[in-house]
């Protein structure tokens, strides 16, 4: 599985942005699909993951109420919606996959990874 996310920028605080992850390659619909961040310096932080059917979704405490994880397998698409925004949700973002029913939101259960979409939050 490929993946490129885009849809990364500069956003005042209290902002909001979509990220899209579009896929190609092996089965789309068989994969689970996670965003995670990097801030500098800091480790991978998992944000979201959506599962193969869209039906499950599980959001990390810091982003919750906030950001919505969403798929359109017919588009093999991921997105992320991001609302109030903060200065600390500053950071790369990456969209991963991992065989579904695969346990864990580790970066290592996750096989593949696009290459970052940076996200800056001004205050």
């Known amino acids: 599985v490929q993946l490129q996310a885009f849809g990364g920028g500069l956003v005042q605080a209290g902002g909001s942005l979509r990220l899209s992850c579009a896929a190609s390659?092996?089965?789309?619909?068989?994969?689970?699909l996670g965003w995670f961040r990097q801030a500098p310096g800091k480790e991978h932080e998992f944000v979201a993951v959506?599962?193969?059917?869209?039906?499950?979704?599980n959001t990390a405490d810091s982003v919750k109420g906030r950001f919505t994880i969403s798929r359109d397998n017919a588009k093999n698409t991921v997105y992320l919606q991001m609302n109030s925004l903060k200065p600390e949700d500053t950071a790369v973002y990456y969209c991963a996959a991992k065989p579904y029913g695969r346990d864990g939101n580790a970066p290592e259960d996750y096989d593949y990874w696009g290459q970052g979409t940076l996200v800056t939050v001004s205050s």
């Open positions: 390659g092996r089965t789309f619909s068989r994969y689970d």
């Open positions: 959506i599962s193969w059917s869209g039906i499950s979704t």
